[in-house]
């Protein structure tokens, strides 16, 4: 059986990656098998490009630039991680995907979102994921989270990757709300598969309706964890 593919999208510090965590945490425990990834990442190419896109001492990057380093990172990642991992069952969390470059390129640049939709069916042959979870957060109390952590982190030496404080979190606040306007659109087009989530919640209380949803998406997909 195919396995569950589950990806997590929100604006910056709306601690879509500390969710991604704890369902995973769930989900191991049921002794099922599960990969954490994230886009752009996940691979060793991957990796090379977020460095040039996210790093904030990167020189500047024309946003049709941006957009096909977004998509050749996604391209290795689907090929390499996504397919073989949900071909043998595991269940894949990943932190952003493709409705990340909608909301950030798209609405956020400005971009045509139709181009990069054919762009995104390019780069993941299709593959979409079966469910997708979107913490909905206030964009500068998004960023005040933060510019906090990396504050935290200036002050102790370390770099954490908690922390957002990168060259996409430096953009205006008012990118950052046409972003999270693009989100809302996105998911009132995708009800099905989209789950908003309000992000100023408690953790735990986030967490179990994300368990919630994800129990749901199994009973649905006659796929047992345990």
């Not at 099922?32 to 460095?51: L, M, S």
């Not at 941006?66 to 990642?77: H, P, T």
Request: charged share 25%.
């Amino acid at each position: 059986m195919r396995g569950i593919f589950v990806t997590f999208e929100g604006g910056e510090g709306s601690g879509k990656t500390t969710q991604l965590k704890l369902l995973a945490k769930r989900i191991r425990t049921s002794g099922k098998e599960v990969i954490e990834t994230r886009d752009p990442g996940g691979t060793a190419i991957g990796k090379e490009i977020r460095t040039l896109l996210l790093h904030p001492g990167s020189v500047p990057i024309d946003a049709a630039t941006e957009l096909l380093l977004y998509e050749a990172s996604r391209a290795q990642l689907v090929r390499e991680l996504i397919v073989p991992t949900l071909s043998r069952g595991a269940v894949v969390l990943c932190d952003r995907f493709t409705d990340s470059t909608l909301a950030y390129q798209g609405f956020g640049r400005g971009l045509d979102l139709n181009l990069i939709r054919r762009l995104n069916r390019f780069a993941t042959d299709g593959l979409a994921p079966d469910l997708t979870v979107l913490l909905d957060l206030d964009p500068g109390i998004g960023l005040t989270r933060c510019r906090r952590g990396a504050s935290a982190d200036a002050s102790t030496g370390l770099s954490t990757e908690s922390s957002c404080w990168d060259r996409i979190e430096a953009e205006p606040l008012d990118f950052h709300q046409r972003i999270r306007e693009g989100y809302r659109t996105l998911a009132r087009e995708n009800p099905d598969r989209i789950t908003v989530i309000d992000a100023g919640l408690g953790m735990i209380e986030i967490e179990m309706i994300v368990w919630n949803q994800f129990t749901r998406l199994q009973d649905r997909s006659g796929y047992a964890i345990s």
